[in-house]
């Protein structure tokens, strides 16, 4: 009896830590690892795209689905999840239920570099500095003009942000995007700023 209890313990843990490598290695593969955002970020970005309820927002990497949750439940948007991970779809599909948001949200098990956007007004990325170049140059002709990008932590370098948090590390760009970097933002910042005396 105390061997089949044991036997039971010691496949179920071996289940839940295939299970976790699969969570963490899946999106490592595909060069975007796991790594949630915190609320008051995401928060910040949605609030500085100024998302509204009549609206549709991505978030391109949906991971476990905090931010089409907080899209929907805070901002009354409507959310759409792209995400390549099946564990992270399941996690994502369960939150949202959970939530009470599923009826505004969609998860699409695809990759956010084929995904169709043309129906996005917001977009969300959590990206990394390796995906950042890649994922702008993928943008590029699939938003519609008025369209707006949130990115976290990384700029999209060659597009200059229309507006950005220093402190949550959130940019902002306005579709069709300006040429230029956070650098040309910030010497238009300093340029637009009222000189004193
Ligand atoms: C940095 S996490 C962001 C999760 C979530 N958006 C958040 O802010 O908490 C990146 C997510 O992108 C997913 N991912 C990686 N490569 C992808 C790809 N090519 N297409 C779609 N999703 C991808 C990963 O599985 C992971 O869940």
């Not at 917001?122 to 993928?138: C, D, K, M, Y």
């Not at 220093?166 to 300006?178: A, G, I, K, N, Q």
């Amino acid at each position: 009896m105390m061997q089949t209890i044991l036997l039971i313990l010691l496949f179920l843990a071996a289940a839940a830590s295939i299970v976790y490598g699969l969570w963490l290695l899946i999106p490592i593969l595909y060069g975007l690892p796991w790594v949630p955002t915190n609320p008051r970020r995401i928060r910040r970005a949605l609030q500085l795209a100024q998302l509204r309820p009549d609206e549709v927002v991505y978030d391109l990497g949906a991971g476990d689905g905090r931010v089409l949750v907080m899209a929907a439940r805070e901002f009354g948007a409507r959310a759409v999840g792209i995400e390549i991970s099946p564990l992270q779809c399941c996690a994502a599909w369960l939150n949202t239920r959970f939530s009470g948001v599923g009826g505004r949200v969609t998860i699409h098990w695809r990759s956010i570099y084929t995904s169709d956007l043309a129906n996005a007004d917001v977009v969300f990325a959590h990206t990394t500095a390796a995906q950042a170049p890649r994922l702008r140059v993928s943008l590029e002709g699939r938003l519609h003009p008025g369209a707006r990008v949130v990115t976290i932590l990384y700029d999209l370098e060659g597009w200059q942000p229309q507006d950005m948090d220093d402190r949550e590390m959130v940019f902002l760009y306005h579709m069709p995007p300006t040429p230029g970097g956070v650098s040309s933002y910030q010497l238009q910042r300093y340029l637009d700023k009222p000189k004193s005396g």
